[in-house]
Structure formats: C-alpha cells, structure tokens
C-alpha cells in the first residue's frame, strides 16, 4: 500500500491557489495595469475630496470576496482529479479562468493599489496642511513681535512717574512692598531700594518667606554688607537684637553677631564690633545634629574654626573669661581632636595660649579639664570590659585600668573641692 505523504496533500491545493492570485499568463500583465489605473483614479479622486473615503476600500474588497466564493466549489473538483498526471494543467487551467476567480484578481490588484496609493497621499497631505499652518503661524509672530517692538520702543519714550512717597516711588522702579523684596535688597546690596524700604518703615523683625530673619540675610551679602549695616543702624537698628529662628527641638534665639560668626564673614563683625555690638553676651548656636548650643561669641568663632574672627574679637576686647573660660575649653577640645597642617596647627596653639586662664581660675579650669577626660576614658574602659570575656589577661588589665581612674577622680574631686572654697 503506498505512503501518503504531507506533499502529497498539500502540493496540489497550493499550486491551484497560487495559479488563482497570479495565473502564469501573458495576458497577468494587464491586472496590474489596471490596478495601477484605478489606483491613480482613486489618487485623484482622494486629492479632491483631500481623504479616501471607506466606501472605495470596502467596495473593491467585498466584490473581491464575493468574486472567489463561487470558484471554491471549481477548485475542489479540480483538486479531486488531481491525481491523473495527463489532464492535470488542462484542469488547474479550467479552474483558473473561471469568471469568479477572473472577479476575484481584478477585485484583489484595486483594493491593493487604491490602499497603497491612498496612504501615501493621506500621508502627502497631511504634510502639506502642517506646512501651511506652519507658515501661518510664522506670519502671526512675525505681526506680534513688530507690535511688541513698537510698543517697546513707546514705553522707552514716557518717563516715568517720580514721587517722593517711598512706596510710591518703589512701585514705579517694579519692586513690591514686601520682606522678601526688602531682604533680596540687601542680600544684594542694592543701597538706592534699601534706602527706599527704610525711608518707608519697613519692618526690619519679621522673617521673609522662607523663614529667614535679618541675620541670615545680612550674613549672605558678600559685596557690602558693613554698608547695608550702616543703613539699617541709621534707621534706628539695635545690633544686639535676638531674632527668632527654627531650631531642631524648639526656637533658637539668633544675632546679628552670632550669625556672622556661623558664615565665616569677617567684614560684617568687624562692622558689628564698631557698632558696639556685644561679645560677651550669651548666644546660641548649631550644635550636633542641628540642636542649639548655649555658647559665647568667642567660643563660638573657634567651634566654627574661625580664627580670624577670634582673633579679631580678641583685638576688640571680648573677655576669655567669659562663660567660665568657654572659649578656652572649646580650644582645648578642638585640640584634642584636631587633625591639621602645621600652620593651622600652630595657629590654634597661640590661640589656645592666649585664651589660657591666669591665676587661682587656671588651677581650677585644667583641674576640671582633666577631670572630663578622666571621666571619658572611664567610660571608655568600663564598655571595654563588658566585651571582653571575664578571666582573660585584657580583661584584668582593663579591670585595673578602672580603678586606677577612679582613684584619680576621687582626688581630683577632692582637689576641686578645696580650690573652690
């Protein structure tokens, strides 16, 4: 019995479609010619009627369909004689050139041309029309900027309004009666508009928008700020006036003085001290973690590591001794800790020497001093001990260690003691 082979199935049916969609004739030419007819006759009509409209697509494709029903039933029994090897282009001919299937070809080449033919001018006129707008568009602008330029050129003929009403002359220089505009003034040193605020009472103890008081302000004028000072001092500013600002916790108390120490601006304290500002009154400070810190202006210009605005204070009379030789213990700390060159190093040095307690305060200060170390390596060792394992040769050596230190405390204590009476 012989093998029925795929092929065997397939072979047939596939050579009588492809004989349908494109018949090896010489008269096959003359589909695509008018094809090619109706696809320009549809161009045409879609350059008048500016889109294709659906009707065109759905009529040649239904007439396509329509067209290569009838020939199915031609094709099958076609197929079914299809084994006799003598008849077989005779009969896929005869299937071929059935009127249906001549329908169907003629249907298929239009639908093809007129939808290829249709998108490519979709495609063309939407490009032109884009053109066009743009063109227009351009035209418009064009009138725009002529009528913007000639009312430019009318407006730099009027003079404009002068009064002697400082907010009246503010509005005409376009400057708002607001803090934020005051505060931008003398942020830049504009000395003409600040002039103008003041001479209208401005209010110098309110923040701006974004929370920031004078202070603040003041300190970020890089170009004049002892001029900006002298204004606002003439119109009746207190130099040691505490202004509020936000803190980590709560509000911090801010000065004039305070604030230049922070921002490292050394011709804006040269100004304050001039204005008789106070160095050695308490002030506050960013500590750790933005936490305000209880310190005084000397000691808070070597936290910052301002040394020349320490020296400068020094120069302008501040007292080392104030809060209890504060600023001499931040020197010490700083010490301790510091990690510099050589000429800072040696600067700190001086520094510190210079700040160094005299008398029976130098006594009691170095004791105290050492006993906060004394109490840190205490701290120190005890957290040590509690790590290492209880018998070991560290762990004796730590113990002992503790109580060497607690023994010195117990005498520094003592020692204080009798100094303080």
């Not at 400057?175 to 209010?203: E, N, Q, S, Y």
């Not at 501040?318 to 600023?327: Q, S, T």
Request: with cysteine; proline share 4%.
């Amino acid at each position: 019995m012989p093998q029925l082979r795929l092929l065997d199935i397939l072979e047939p049916k596939v050579l009588v479609w492809r004989q349908i969609i494109w018949p090896e004739r010489k008269a096959a030419w003359l589909y695509s010619v008018i094809g090619a007819v109706l696809g320009t006759f549809s161009h045409l009509v879609t350059v008048l009627l500016r889109a294709v409209h659906p009707r065109w697509l759905l009529f040649f494709f239904g007439l396509g369909v329509i067209g290569v029903v009838p020939c199915h039933r031609r094709v099958r029994k076609a197929l079914r004689d299809f084994s006799d090897d003598g008849t077989q282009d005779a009969k896929v001919d005869a299937a071929v050139q059935c009127g249906p299937c001549t329908v169907f070809r003629f249907c298929l080449f239009s639908f093809l041309a007129v939808l290829l033919l249709a998108e490519t001018s979709a495609g063309q006129l939407s490009t032109e029309a884009i053109a066009e707008r743009l063109r227009s568009m351009n035209s418009k602008l064009d009138d725009i900027s002529s009528g913007v330029a000639k009312v430019d050129s009318k407006l730099q003929g009027i003079k404009k309004e002068t009064s002697d009403d400082p907010r009246k002359e503010l509005a005409n220089r376009g400057v708002l009666w607001t803090v934020d505009a005051f505060f931008d003034a003398i942020r830049r040193g504009d000395d003409a508009t600040v002039k103008l605020f003041l001479a209208g009472r401005m209010t110098t103890d309110s923040p701006d928008s974004q929370g920031r008081p004078l202070p603040v302000i003041l300190a970020l004028n890089t170009s004049n700020a002892a001029a900006m000072l002298d204004l606002l001092v003439g119109a009746g500013l207190d130099v040691n006036h505490p202004y509020e600002v936000a803190g980590a916790l709560h509000q911090q108390r801010m000065t004039l003085l305070s604030r230049a120490i922070e921002k490292g601006s050394t011709p804006l304290v040269e100004a304050l001290i001039k204005r008789h500002a106070d160095a050695n009154s308490p002030i506050q400070t960013f500590g750790a973690m933005g936490l305000t810190r209880d310190t005084y202006p000397l000691a808070s210009a070597i936290y910052w590591k301002q040394w020349d605005i320490a020296q400068l204070l020094l120069e302008a009379g501040a007292d080392p001794a104030a809060g209890d030789y504060a600023a001499y213990r931040q020197a010490r700390a700083l010490r301790e800790k510091f990690n510099a060159d050589a000429d800072i190093g040696r600067r700190l040095d001086a520094l510190t020497e210079r700040l160094r307690p005299r008398g029976t305060a130098a006594a009691r200060v170095e004791g105290e001093l050492r006993l906060q170390d004394i109490e840190q390596k205490l701290n120190q060792a005890a957290l040590a001990a509690l790590r290492t394992p209880p018998g070991g040769t560290e762990r004796r050596r730590l113990d002992a260690e503790y109580d060497r230190l607690q023994i010195e405390r117990t005498k520094l204590r003592n020692d204080l003691n009798e100094i303080r009476k």
